[in-house]
């Protein structure tokens, strides 16, 4: 091509990509006209100085991207050569985080979103099924790393958006470079997400990033990343965007600047949508998708309610379910939007589209592939009869109609063949492969058909419990002052209306808190995340007493308090604070603490301590005693001011083991009149609500911002079933807190 004309493309392609948006939020008063531009599948070129490169990986650099169909003029594109053989298969998926799917159904009905509309678009759900293993706060880190996965946070392990979280599990990239499936690469405009994929680039499995968080405008930044990986012939390219989010926050979800905000990013798809179109001898899948929703009043608080789980998949092929969904209203209830796909299918169906997922027997993804043979849909896992030797799994799905069901649980067949139009399977053969009793979790898989027209979908069981059964002792509602079941809901509620919880300012943000899955089948637990603090240095959650109802109060205090709970990882280096009144910095200071202590291995130490200041008294510390890392435990504490003892329990949840840490341990010289010196509980926190600045020792002040010295590393902990007495327990009634596994919700008032 003569020098003069492609310059003339590359300035084509330079105007059409600058029409797409200025700013970061493309929340431009007016909105642009909704045309799609018409660009060649060239990458960004050095007219664009400020679109970063994609990074080659280590094991193999992509080719240098040419400029395939450069025009010859500003409308006649170039012919490509000739197709030989067929043609090869790619996968492009667009994340647009925080477009809702109302809005998105909106604009395509009213012809603002003409690219979008070009795509099948039908409503799905995010944040796994409320209530069951697989629920994930709907924020954009676990939705991402669904995204990434085709797995729920129960696997990849990530629940929140703290930026220092790990990512468990294969990625579709590590799967496709497995299978030996070319280079893929992503475009991305939050931080975030990149380092999500800090591994997957140190071994090679992702070939390229193009990283515009740091760009001022990172919707022309991610489009010119993305245009360069499909010019290039990339496998699989991923662009993500954060403008939507950026401008529901700004301007809330009703606002122009949110409407105009989707036509830029539609302007976008536009973009890509046409370079894979002209790339010669290539089938490209396209899914685009908005990652979660928002709340009404356009927050994103991460909750497991209808506006935040429904998002949207829309794709340029027709699904297997013959595009049931497409235009269909917003769903109104969480029951109607789990029966649509989800974002977990994202993964499985591109890795399909590839022909690189695989087998039935090395299936570990949530989802189903939504391209090729239909996988059965809706599948759910219960237990019965749990902490019994006759404890069993059920599994329910809706099934294809011409399809036979083999069912596999940790990739060994447990069911094999069974009839066309099966839609249940009790797995009722545990006891047969378990030799010790304690809490297990199986992940199963359940395939129709079989051979070349397999198509499966998976899902992680319940906690599964194999411990004699033991009635929840009825006395446990005597004296109960204080009681948080935890619900969907935040702020989370006192049951006996004597205290109350919630964030220890209001100047934190929502992710501080988060509702997870509880320790019981079907329940919910409070996650608490000290990587979000006010420049005061406040973190954490904090329950209020009323008044004359804090039980650490008086002279010769009696009380109880206890809760399960689970440490997601054990903090790096020193100790952090579980729950506590006090300033924790010291054990000396006046008041009660639970802390929890670096550890080896898969365990974390959990220290007791009161003090009166100056005189203390503590549980074991050498070593402390120790809990499974991911795993619920229930810990209790007691102090009998009367008899001065105080008892300290731990009860491991994997191993089935009561630990009676101390009892009947003297509280020493410690004055018992002074166990209350502040007016509330810190609940991943100390009294304070400000425990790591003040764990700096004062070389840190106000404005304080996380990490900020190194002997305060933030931390994530989940609470479940918390509660409080005015009475020391007893011992069997601990012990049936622990061995009945039921929430004292299931008790009778008195």
């Not at 012939?233 to 991923?238: G, K, M, N, P």
């Not at 969904?325 to 590839?354: E, K, M, N, Q, W």
């Not at 030797?389 to 447990?414: C, E, K, Q, Y």
């Not at 130490?605 to 229930?634: C, E, H, K, L, M």
């Amino acid at each position: 091509m003569p020098t003069w004309l492609r310059a003339m493309a590359i300035a084509t392609l330079s105007v059409a990509l600058t029409a797409c948006g200025g700013d970061d939020d493309d929340t431009n008063d007016s909105a642009p006209t909704p045309t799609v531009p018409t660009v060649p599948g060239s990458p960004a070129t050095p007219d664009n100085p400020s679109t970063p490169s994609p990074t080659p990986g280590t094991p193999e650099t992509p080719p240098s991207p040419e400029t395939p169909g450069t025009p010859e003029g500003p409308d006649m594109p170039e012919t490509p050569d000739t197709p030989t053989g067929p043609p090869s298969q790619h996968a492009l998926i667009i994340d647009m985080d925080s477009a809702t799917y109302a809005a998105v159904q909106s604009g395509v009905a009213n012809g603002t979103l003409p690219n979008l509309a070009r795509l099948r678009v039908a409503p799905a759900y995010t944040g796994g099924v409320s209530g069951t293993p697989s629920q994930q706060p709907t924020l954009d880190m676990p939705g991402w790393a669904t995204l990434l996965t085709g797995t729920w946070a129960n696997r990849h392990g990530v629940l929140s958006n703290a930026q220092t979280q790990a990512l468990r599990g294969a990625t579709i990239f590590e799967t496709a470079k497995a299978r030996n499936i070319g280079v893929s690469g992503v475009a991305v405009a939050s931080n975030g997400f990149a380092q999500l994929l800090a591994s997957d680039r140190e071994a090679g499995f992702l070939d390229a990033m193009t990283d515009c968080s740091s760009q001022a405008a990172t919707t022309d930044c991610v489009t010119n990343g993305a245009l360069q990986m499909i010019g290039s012939d990339y496998r699989t390219v991923v662009a993500q965007y954060r403008a939507a989010k950026d401008a529901a926050l700004d301007y809330g979800i009703g606002s122009p600047q949110y409407a105009n905000t989707l036509i830029g990013l539609d302007k976008a798809v536009g973009i890509l949508l046409a370079a894979t179109d002209k790339r010669p001898n290539s089938a490209w899948l396209v899914v685009v998708t908005g990652n979660h929703g928002l709340s009404g009043n356009s927050q994103d608080d991460g909750l497991p309610l209808t506006p935040q789980s429904t998002t949207f998949i829309g794709s340029n092929r027709t699904f297997n379910d013959g595009g049931i969904g497409v235009g269909a209203a917003v769903p109104t209830a969480l029951a109607d939007l789990y029966r649509y796909a989800s974002i977990a299918d994202i993964a499985p169906t591109v890795l399909a589209h590839l022909s690189a997922l695989p087998d039935a027997a090395q299936y570990a993804f949530d989802g189903g592939q939504l391209i090729g043979p239909l996988p059965v849909g809706q599948l759910t896992a219960t237990v019965s009869d749990n902490n019994s030797s006759s404890v069993t799994v059920a599994l329910n799905w809706v099934a294809p109609n011409d399809a036979t069901i083999d069912v596999w649980r940790d990739g060994r067949l447990v069911a094999s063949a069974l009839p066309a139009g099966t839609t249940s399977f009790t797995d009722n053969q545990l006891t047969n492969d378990l030799a010790a009793k304690g809490t297990y979790r199986f992940a199963y898989t359940v395939t129709a058909r079989t051979g070349e027209a397999a198509a499966s979908r998976g899902i992680v069981s319940p906690p599964v419990s194999y411990v004699p059964p033991v009635p929840l002792a009825a006395t446990l509602i005597n004296g109960l002052v204080s009681y948080y079941p935890f619900s969907a809901t935040l702020p989370p509620v006192d049951t006996q209306a004597n205290s109350t919880m919630g964030p220890a300012s209001p100047d934190l943000p929502l992710s501080a808190g988060a509702v997870v899955p509880g320790p019981f089948s079907g329940s919910h637990g409070l996650l608490v995340d000290t990587n979000f603090v006010t420049a005061s240095g406040l973190e954490g959650y904090r329950m209020v007493p009323a008044e004359g109802r804090d039980i650490s109060k008086g002279t010769a205090p009696q009380f109880t308090f206890g809760f399960w709970f689970k440490a997601p990882e054990c903090v790096s280096r020193s100790n952090v604070t579980v729950l506590s009144n006090k300033n924790y910095v010291s054990g000396g200071n006046a008041g009660v603490a639970i802390g929890m202590f670096s550890s080896s291995g898969n365990q974390c130490g959990i220290a007791f301590n009161i003090g009166s200041g100056g005189a203390r008294a503590d549980g074991p510390t050498g070593p402390y005693t120790q809990i499974t890392v991911d795993r619920w435990v229930y810990i209790a504490f007691s102090v009998d001011g009367l008899a001065k003892t105080m008892n300290m329990y731990v009860f491991d949840s994997v191993t089935g083991v009561t630990n009676r840490v101390a009892t009947a341990k003297s509280t020493g010289s410690v004055d018992l009149s002074k166990l209350s010196p502040y007016p509330q509980w810190g609940i991943g926190d100390d009294g304070t609500g400000a425990y790591l600045m003040n764990k700096c020792n004062g070389t840190v002040t106000p404005p304080y911002t996380v990490g900020q010295c190194a002997t305060a590393p933030p931390y994530r902990q989940i609470f479940g079933d918390l509660a409080m007495w005015n009475r020391v327990l007893t011992d069997g009634e601990l012990q049936s807190i622990f061995l009945s596994n039921k929430p004292l919700s299931t008790l009778s008032a008195p």
